[in-house]
């Protein structure tokens, strides 16, 4: 039989009823709030989001689409002609052009066409060819050259010179927004203009 105190002991009292859930359910929140955080932190470190400001890489990309950039891709390798790029410019927003010239390339700007290391690019995605000479001039170690699509209409390495590959952001990936626009970023590849 059960005395007074061991059935006192036994039974919960209202308090302790009432606090458990309680309490559960403001660890839940606490736990779902760190993980959000956490989930944040990696994509944000993974992974950026990027507004298209202008029409410089017409027609591949356009004026007020979003895109994904994968800021990993080259923490495990160097990008290469045809990649399109973000990257960190001194006094403006990021900006998005394309990869032409890596360290040691040689590249020249003729009207109608771009030549690296005296092969003329084959770049059937451009909105117009040059309209202006540049160059030849050889990419400095470390740095890249970098064309927007829309020569005629880009501010690029033509105009301000190679951009160093500590400012570069990432690789632009996946065109996001608007939904109609989404697809895969069209990179290409100059296998041909190989440093001689």
Same mark, same amino acid.
């Given at each position: 039989?059960?005395?007074?105190?061991?059935?006192?002991? +036994? #039974?919960? #009292?209202?308090?302790?009823?009432?606090?458990?859930?309680?309490?559960? $359910?403001?660890?839940?929140?606490?736990? =779902?709030? $760190?993980?959000?955080?956490?989930?944040?932190?990696?994509?944000?470190? /993974? &992974?950026?989001?990027?507004? !298209?400001?202008? @029409?410089?890489? %017409?027609?591949?990309?356009?004026?007020?689409?979003?895109?994904? /950039?994968?800021?990993?891709?080259? *923490?495990? =390798?160097?990008? %290469?002609?045809?990649?399109? !790029?973000?990257?960190?410019?001194?006094?403006?927003?990021?900006?998005?052009?394309?990869? !032409?010239?890596?360290?040691?390339?040689?590249?020249?700007?003729?009207?109608?066409? @771009?030549? /690296?290391?005296?092969?003329?690019? +084959?770049?059937?995605?451009?909105?117009?060819?040059?309209?202006?000479?540049?160059?030849?001039?050889? @990419?400095?170690?470390?740095?890249?050259? /970098? $064309?927007?699509?829309?020569? &005629?209409? *880009? *501010?690029?390495?033509?105009?301000?010179? =190679?951009?160093?590959?500590?400012?570069?952001?990432?690789?632009?990936? &996946?065109?996001?927004?608007?939904?109609?626009?989404?697809?895969?970023?069209?990179?290409?590849?100059?296998? @041909?203009?190989?440093?001689?």
């Amino acid at each position: 039989m059960q005395t007074a105190v061991e059935a006192a002991i +036994a #039974t919960p #009292t209202e308090t302790e009823v009432i606090l458990k859930p309680q309490s559960n $359910l403001l660890r839940e929140i606490v736990e =779902t709030a $760190l993980l959000t955080a956490i989930i944040f932190l990696v994509v944000n470190a /993974v &992974i950026g989001r990027f507004r !298209i400001e202008s @029409v410089s890489m %017409q027609p591949n990309l356009w004026e007020g689409e979003y895109v994904i /950039v994968d800021k990993v891709s080259y *923490s495990l =390798t160097s990008p %290469q002609r045809g990649d399109i !790029i973000v990257f960190e410019k001194v006094g403006q927003a990021d900006l998005i052009k394309r990869v !032409i010239g890596l360290p040691g390339d040689t590249v020249e700007v003729r009207p109608g066409q @771009v030549l /690296v290391n005296g092969t003329p690019l +084959a770049e059937p995605y451009i909105a117009n060819p040059p309209n202006y000479t540049f160059g030849p001039v050889q @990419v400095e170690p470390g740095r890249y050259f /970098v $064309l927007g699509d829309n020569r &005629i209409n *880009s *501010s690029d390495s033509h105009v301000w010179g =190679t951009i160093p590959r500590e400012t570069i952001v990432g690789r632009a990936w &996946i065109i996001y927004w608007p939904p109609p626009n989404w697809q895969i970023v069209p990179h290409y590849s100059y296998a @041909v203009a190989e440093a001689r």
